[in-house]
């Protein structure tokens, strides 16, 4: 179990800094913002919510796993470990929504011609 812990831990760690928006070559978002890129924004954050729906899914099917073949698993308790990968799974979720959102509100300063 506690390798399964650590395992878990190295993901989620992976994930959060992968999670950061990166802009490489690309102007930070604040200067993003004040230079007028709103279109290159919300292309950014839509991209980021289809990442994000995609390591939900993961999570998901990972949690899926432990609960059909808990053979495969060394854990002693598969339900605690099927929980915590639906639950990183609804924290993706989550900020797929936030970044559809920041998205849509790009779009919509593009459409305002902002």
């Known amino acids: 179990m506690l390798n399964a812990i650590k395992l878990v831990s190295l993901l989620m760690a992976f994930s959060l ?14 200067s ?3 230079s ?9 954050y839509a ?5 994000f729906k995609a390591k939900a899914r993961f999570w998901d099917n990972t949690a899926e796993s ?3 073949h808990p053979e495969l698993y060394s854990a002693t308790d598969i339900a605690d470990e099927a929980a915590h990968c639906r639950q990183i799974a609804r ?8 970044a559809s959102q ?3 509100e ?4 593009v459409r305002k011609g902002q």
Not at 47 to 51: K, M, R, V
Not at 91 to 98: G, L
Request: avoid cysteine; aromatic fraction near 8%; charged fraction near 20%.
């Open 17 to 30: 800094v992968f999670a950061v928006p990166s802009f490489a070559g690309v102007d930070s978002p604040e």
């Open 36 to 44: 007028g890129k709103h279109r290159q924004l919300a292309s950014h």
């Open 106 to 109: 790009h779009l919509n300063m």
């Open 102 to 104: 920041l998205a849509a």
């Open 66 to 68: 432990y609960e059909h």
């Open 91 to 98: 924290n993706y979720r989550k900020m797929a929504d936030e």
């Open 47 to 51: 991209e980021q919510a289809a990442d």
């Open 32 to 34: 993003s913002i004040a």
